[in-house]
């Protein structure tokens, strides 16, 4: 089956079986769930901080994915259920598309090159090891941890569910730009708990908001094109934390990561806006009929 059809059915499994209500109750208890446990930490004056274990936020971080499983048994039931998992673990795509989704990797480099023309000092690899609420496991460790927990229990959730849902609803882009404003309220009790948001400026808390909005652009473009692939944006996401957002992202690195993301995905999005203005298809959306 290639990566049309892949898109096409999951467009037609949500057509036949998704509902307003149900992804109100998806939102509802991401959010329920997620702050259930940040809130408490924020009340107690916890703070999350890199290297360190506990306390820790990843129960929060898996909130979505929880929320998702629970919505979709409920909705569309072990089909539903089925067809997650399968876009879990679908693997089988175009090798472009393997590239985009380890990108993060490729701005890291670029970002080392110029931060080294710069004659700034260069993170060690130890560096890469060291993330909020995750213990001193090695940069294996934590990269596997940062991924299959944290990313995974994001992404099965926004983009896995979520993102179908909002497309079917309006178009592509507008459903991105729902998506993204909603993951970014969904961070809100994360601002008083974890070390790095804490020390954010008034500024970087909007440079915040803008890259994590281009990067549910680029989320979305990955996801549509592979085929509904959800691992792929797993991997994107684990592969970008672990490059942008761990004790090696500092300085020069990290805003050089960051713009490339940021420029990546308003590239996209002025490609899509032009491309509906012109009657095209869609740059970012599913591939197949809607």
């Not at 306390?55 to 048994?73: C, E, M, N």
């Not at 909007?206 to 909005?213: A, E, F, R, T, Y």
């Amino acid at each position: 089956m290639n990566e049309r059809r892949r898109g096409s059915e999951v467009l037609k499994t949500g057509d036949e079986r998704g509902s307003a209500p149900a992804l109100f109750a998806f939102f509802a208890l991401a959010y329920g769930l997620s702050w259930a446990w940040a809130i408490p930490l924020a009340a107690t004056a916890s703070i999350v901080r890199r290297g360190h274990g506990w306390p820790t936020h990843y129960p929060s971080l898996v909130a979505p994915a929880v929320a998702a499983i629970v919505v979709i048994g409920r909705t569309q039931g072990r089909p539903g259920l089925a067809d997650l998992a399968r876009r879990a673990l679908r693997w089988r795509v175009g090798v472009r598309w393997w590239c985009v989704a380890i990108s993060p990797a490729a701005f890291l480099a670029v970002a080392l090159l110029v931060s080294r023309a710069m004659g700034e000092q260069l993170p060690s690899l130890a560096d890469f090891g060291q993330f909020s609420g995750t213990p001193t496991i090695g940069v294996l460790g934590a990269f596997l941890l940062i991924t299959c927990v944290g990313s995974a229990g994001e992404e099965i959730g926004w983009r896995g569910y979520a993102l179908p849902e909002l497309q079917r609803r309006c178009s592509p882009l507008k459903g991105t730009l729902v998506l993204a404003v909603l993951w970014y309220l969904w961070h809100l009790p994360q601002f008083f708990v974890l070390a790095t948001f804490r020390d954010f400026s008034p500024t970087e808390y909007v440079g915040m908001c803008i890259g994590l909005i281009c990067g549910a652009v680029v989320l979305t473009w990955l996801h549509n094109r592979s085929g509904c692939s959800v691992l792929l944006v797993i991997v994107w996401h684990g592969v970008y934390n672990f490059v942008g957002a761990t004790a090696a992202s500092t300085g020069p690195v990290a805003a050089i990561v960051t713009t490339l993301v940021m420029v990546q995905g308003a590239t996209l999005a002025v490609a899509e806006v032009r491309a509906r203005r012109s009657g095209r298809p869609s740059v970012i959306g599913p591939l197949g009929p809607p």
